[in-house]
Structure formats: C-alpha cells, structure tokens
C-alpha cells in the first residue's frame, strides 16, 4: 500500500486548498481513509475521515462545515478540501489508511488504528 499526498502551499487566511492523496495497493472497499495533520509542537490529530464503500464522512469539529473529504474510485484518490483556512490550520497534512475487515466498519479518529501512511504535505496560512 502506498499514499501519496499532494496539494499543500501558502494561502491566505480565508482561502482555500485543495490537498490529494493517491492511493494505490489496496482493496478501496476494505479500507478507511483519513486525514491527520501536525501542527509544529502539537501531537497530530485527527482532521477527517471516510469510509469508501458509501462515502459515510467524520469530521473533526475544528473543521466541519469548513472542510470536506471526498474519494474518487476510478482515480483511486482521497481530497480534502479545505475552505475559509484558519492561521491554526496550519500543519503539516498527512492521509493515512486503515483496512477494516467489515465494509461499515466506523472511521475511527485513532492515529493508531490508521497502518498507512502517506508523506506530509505541507499547509501554510497567513494572517
């Protein structure tokens, strides 16, 4: 299993990036796919999850309504799209994947149940 994240930069307060993750090796339905980020000095946490068999969401509060995670099967891609950015969204952006042996397994914001992980991709925003 390899991921591969892409799409961070400098932004302004109050605008927006793109960030993807290519995913490739995997089962897409036997896997859970996440986003974490690491802001320097801080633990990494949890940003927003999906389960790929219906695209059922999580969202950690910091972001709902102001992110979204999507999938594209045909492409094998996980987005994250991230809108109004806040100078504390700043970090560096990780995806990772957990397999899960049921389909509906519930996304999880555990670190440690994600095995998979993809390099950071950096995410800057100014004030």
């Known amino acids: 299993v390899q991921l591969q994240a892409c799409g961070g930069g400098l932004v302004q307060a109050g605008g927006f990036l793109r960030l993807s993750c290519a995913a490739s090796?995997?089962?897409?339905?036997?896997?859970?796919m996440a986003w974490f980020r690491q802001a320097p000095g801080k633990e990494r946490e949890f940003v927003a999850g999906?389960?790929?068999?219906?695209?059922?969401?999580y969202y950690a509060d910091s972001v709902r309504d102001r992110f979204t995670i999507s999938t594209d099967s045909a492409k094998n891609m996980v987005y994250l799209q991230m809108n109004s950015l806040k100078p504390e969204d700043a970090a560096v952006y990780y995806c990772?994947?957990?397999?899960?042996?049921?389909?509906?397994?519930?996304?999880?914001?555990?670190?440690?149940?994600?095995?998979?992980w993809g390099q950071g991709t950096v995410v800057t925003v100014s004030s």
């Open positions: 990772a994947a957990r397999f899960v042996s049921s389909m509906r397994a519930s996304v999880t914001r555990n670190e440690y149940d994600y095995r998979k």
């Open positions: 999906i389960r790929w068999i219906d695209d059922y969401t």
């Open positions: 090796g995997l089962t897409f339905n036997h896997y859970n």
